[in-house]
């Protein structure tokens, strides 16, 4: 693995991001990608080393976290249908997993991870394909009605809880309605009178949420 840190330490790399100057005083992008050794006055090479070690460390983990999640986007594509259960305004719920932690209280944010369908299928939005969640206000009208109602409950639909994984059937009249979304430029992404099927994943409640 190319350690692209330009810490000082001498050792040798092959990185298209930075060259370290003759000064030490910044880096700056080259036109291509170059191999060199990294010079230093740093008499103890171990700390820089040490410090480029655990960078890269922590970036690998970043990349493993984003795979993880496009790798559970693939396999929430391929879930099976399940049975939804149906309520007055026409909502369709069905647990894959039922959570373990708190419900989502009203007017909160909190972190989900989705993946969005039409009624035949096809996705047209997911943030595992994204590589993180979604921050969403949550029963204020800051998302689709289907939404509010399929993630915090009510009128016959039981709330969900940190950990929960739900499928939800939306119809027009609970999503866009007659009228196209996701507009720009005259093309739109969401047609009118939609039917949208969502999986959600309650993640946890957004951490910058002021303490009651």
Known sequence: MALSLCSGVRVPYCSPSCFWKPNGKNCEAPTKMSCTAVHSDNKNPLVGMGIGLVTAWVMGLTALDADATRIEYYATVGEPLCEYKYVKSGLGYCDIVEGFGVEAPIGELIN?????????????????????????????????????????????????????????????????????????????????????????????????????
């Open 112 to 212: 989900v991870h989705y993946t969005a369908r039409f009624g035949d299928g096809i996705v047209f939005d997911s943030s595992y394909k994204r590589g993180r969640s979604l921050t969403m206000r949550i029963g204020v009208g800051k998302v689709i009605k289907g939404l509010d109602q399929g993630i915090l409950g009510g009128e016959g639909v039981p709330p969900m809880r940190i950990g929960g994984k739900r499928k939800l059937y939306v119809p027009p009249q609970l999503a866009y309605g007659p009228e196209p979304a996701g507009c720009f430029s005259g093309d739109c992404n969401i047609p009118a009178n939609a039917t949208l099927l969502y999986d959600v994943n309650f993640v946890e409640l957004y951490s910058g949420n002021r303490s009651k």
